[in-house]
């Protein structure tokens, strides 16, 4: 279980890989992992879509 | 005042377009060339999707050397090509004189096998702004050929859709036309749409898919901010949008 | 008005030049990273030697190529770090409006194995005119930073010596300062000679070789031709030709 | 042996390859092998010298 950095909520989570986005599933935040072992969350930022060649 | 895009689907027929070639600023593509010269170097091309479906290259900086040289020498290219049709051709990448600047995405989303990452070190940009002075100072000296390599806010090169920047210089320079050279003009049900009023639009889109698509619905955006018409200009035959 | 030009052994050092690289008109060089990229494609690099011994990279079409791309990659170097300090730059090729026109060697004679041998698929070139009316109208827009690479009668790329295309620009342009920055400023004897009068040359001459010795007699020739100054910047010093 | 497309002399070759340049003994002209079986020369023009990167 980890913590949701914006709502405290616990969130179960299963294996995780480093830059993986997942959502918390009671505040809907996107949260990226930022840390293995242990599993550090940080809140990810809307982003603007928008591509080159 | 007319631009032109050459897609990169075109870049080795080019021939086979005569007059439609007499644009007054001239963009291109070249993701062929960057898939080419990224397999002879043995580096894979990452192609990744975003959350909303959008595919686009994931380039790193190692990648963005590879960009930049293959984007290049397809610009030199179609500069030779109009230098030998009497054309005064100019090449330049948005580097040179600042003309096209644009905003490193510090972070993309993407999917990649499935699941949703942050990418941290892609060297895309989005267009931020276009040196209109300066692209119209130097259309005076000669043809502009603008590649599509933006600079970042750390004045370096940054990988730029060809497509949209062909929209972004249309649209600031309030060009009258604006003609995407592709290898095909827009089929539904295997016939060429010749004409499509930009209202009618919707009724369209549901026969086009990826690139198409993307031109299509940057063709609507066009005429609905002044440019008077788009023209998607293939091998067999084109496609009007007003 | 002051030309320079930035030798390919520099391109990675341009940090530890400051002011010096404020020229009107920069040229450059970039064999460094031809060879890196040729090597990269499993390319072998081929440098011949001509009859009168001096050696030079053997360009057939598929080695012309790399070239364009490897000097545009050090082209976009040089504007990248030149607008990162507030220097306006516009990076060119000789394609663009047709700056550098070169004749192609179609017979290139050249020792290999010890026999004398005719190469005729050899794309480098013979500078023969600088557009001197476009140079002088581009530098009030920008400082253009020229590739040695030049358009042929064909409209095709050209290689050409980047010591010889400043030379040839800096005459052309009546330049009052010619720039060569380099590794290493001339020495004799281990020790950096400061200053050379033109009517001494032919008592440094002999200390010289290779690349140097023809950046001497290039600087020789300027200052013959009107240039009133010639330095060669290296990393450790400088020398004066006058 | 093979005959000087210039002077006409009579020339002792040795073994050859395509595009070698040799020098007529007799009237000092360069010639270029341009063929071989049977061997071929041609005058080879002077040049200037002149190189790129």
């Known amino acids: ?53 | 005042m007319r631009v032109v895009k050459i897609g990169g689907a075109v870049l080795d027929r080019l021939e086979e377009f005569d007059g439609i070639l007499e644009g007054d600023i001239i963009t291109h593509g070249g993701s062929d060339y960057v898939d080419e010269l990224s397999r002879r170097l043995g580096i894979e091309v990452k192609r990744l999707k975003s959350p909303s479906g959008v595919e686009f290259r994931y380039t790193p900086k190692e990648v963005l050397e590879i960009y930049l040289m293959a984007i290049m020498k397809a610009n030199k290219r179609i500069v030779s090509l109009l230098q030998s049709r009497g054309i005064n051709a100019i090449g330049l990448s948005g580097l040179d004189l600042g003309l096209i600047k644009a905003e490193r995405k510090k972070l993309v989303k993407a999917i990649i096998n499935g699941k949703k990452v942050a990418i941290r070190d892609d060297y895309s940009g989005i267009i931020r702004e276009i040196n209109v002075k300066v692209l119209r100072e130097l259309s005076k000296v000669g043809v502009p050929v603008i590649a599509p390599i933006a600079m970042s806010e750390a004045y370096e090169p940054l990988n730029i859709d060809g497509d949209k920047l062909a929209h972004a210089i249309a649209l600031s320079l309030k060009a009258d036309e604006l003609v995407f050279l592709t290898d095909t003009a827009f089929l539904a049900d295997g016939e060429i749409v010749e004409k499509i009023k930009v209202n009618e639009m919707e009724e369209f889109l549901p026969f086009a898919k990826g690139g198409m698509k993307r031109k299509l619905l940057m063709a609507k955006k066009s005429v609905e901010s002044g440019v008077k018409k788009v023209i998607i200009q293939g091998l067999n035959g084109r496609t009007v949008i007003e």
Do not use: N, R, T, Y
Request: charge should be negative; aromatic fraction near 2%.
């Open chain 1, 1 to 53: 279980m980890v913590e949701c950095p914006v709502c405290g909520a616990e969130i179960e989570v299963g294996e995780l890989e480093l830059h993986q986005i997942i959502e918390c599933p009671v505040c809907g935040v996107e949260l990226e992992v930022v840390g293995l072992d242990p599993v550090v969350l940080e809140e990810v930022p809307e982003v603007e879509e928008d591509w080159g060649e």
